[in-house]
């Protein structure tokens, strides 16, 4: 079972991050590591470049997603952590898997329709490519499993789509890629939280806690402490009653914080409910969740400041994972190549060619 996830290096890292993605990467690591598989972890720069942005901060928060998903306890000995630019497998993947991704299905997407409104200027290109290089960054390593929040369902669909098109296409005879079959891709499973697999903004409980379109006082980041932690959860919008009860659809903010209660304390949302019994009010429930949420929050924060400084140990950490993954991609591009007929075929020796 090979693990692959990638995370953007946009703004600061928020809870929904961390727990829809964030803290299934350390599960997967630990669960990987035990069985002697690959867990890859990719800082997915260009991913970063299909909205408007600064170049010098890109490869600031580059470094601040770095030390916040160490701090979170990846670990380079684990697992393979990687900067997506630094393996051009990703780009190339992109380039093969567009002669079979569908135009139309790309302009339909969610996440594609939601951010071009939103640019000023510019609808790139490579937004709507965004969902093909997703599906090359995952597909490059043959992996079976993508821990990601609840949101990227429709870009794992498509994703498994491009794998089976590319193996049915291409390759029938090495397999389907799923259901246990190998492939010339394998077709991979998107793997979601039991809890907190979406988490949503605490001044708008309708929408995802999210980097690009939430609220500043809704959303919590990872590095939130003290006054300004406190602040968000206690001006968290509820509802006009007092009952303390777990419906998503008439009672979204009080969901979401038992939601982020359980997700934090690491039980599920009944317990989180059980525990409020006694509560007094929402008043009671708010610091229950900010508490929850200091403690889990607090290792981290300590870990960060050690790490963040030290650019060159950064640089070093994912100099190391671009390695491992380079052979790796390097190897499936070069199954994909020959398989679509691109390129030197396999074989032929090319006098000057290594
Ligand atoms: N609200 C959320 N609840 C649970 N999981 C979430 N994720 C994002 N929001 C929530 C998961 O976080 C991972 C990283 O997502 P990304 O690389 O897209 O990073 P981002 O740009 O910082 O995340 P946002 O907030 O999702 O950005 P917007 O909304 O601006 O596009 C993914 O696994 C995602 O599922």
Known sequence: MRI??????????????????????????????????????????LHAITVAYDP????????????????????????????????????????????VVPNGRL???????????????????????????????????????????????????????????????????????????????????????????RIMDLQDPARKMSTSSGSVEGTVYVLDEGKALEKKFKRAVTDSENEIRFDRAEKPGVSNLLEILAASRRTTIDEAVASMADARGYGDLKVAALEAVDAELAPLRERYAELRPDETALEAALATGAARATEIAGEVLSDVREAMGVGVPRGVSVPGRG
Not at 29 to 36: K, V
Not at 110 to 120: G, I, L, Y
Not at 144 to 171: I, S
Request: one cysteine or more; charged letters at 25%; proline letters at 5%.
């Open 107 to 197: 302009a339909r997407m969610h996440q594609f329709r939601d951010k071009s409104a939103a640019q000023r200027e510019l609808v790139s290109a490579g937004l709507l490519f965004y969902p093909v290089l997703m599906a090359a960054d995952v597909l490059a390593y043959r992996a079976d499993e993508v821990p990601v929040g609840e949101d990227q369902r429709e870009h794992l669909e498509l994703m498994r789509d491009a794998a089976r098109d590319v193996n049915r296409r291409f390759a029938p005879e090495l397999g389907s890629g799923e259901g246990g079959e190998r492939g010339l891709l394998i077709v991979p499973e998107q793997r979601t939280p039991p809890v907190g697999a």
């Open 56 to 99: 010098a901060e890109l490869r600031t928060r580059l470094y601040d997603t770095t030390a916040v998903l160490l701090a979170a306890g990846l670990d380079p000995a684990k697992c393979i952590l990687f900067r997506q630019s630094d393996v051009p497998h990703h780009a190339e993947l992109t380039w093969l898997l567009s002669s």
């Open 4 to 45: 692959f996830s990638g995370i953007q290096p946009t703004g600061t890292k928020h809870l929904g991050n961390y727990i829809g993605a964030i803290r299934q990467y350390v599960e997967g690591q630990e669960r990987a590591h035990a069985a002697g598989d690959d867990a890859l972890f990719c800082v997915v720069d």
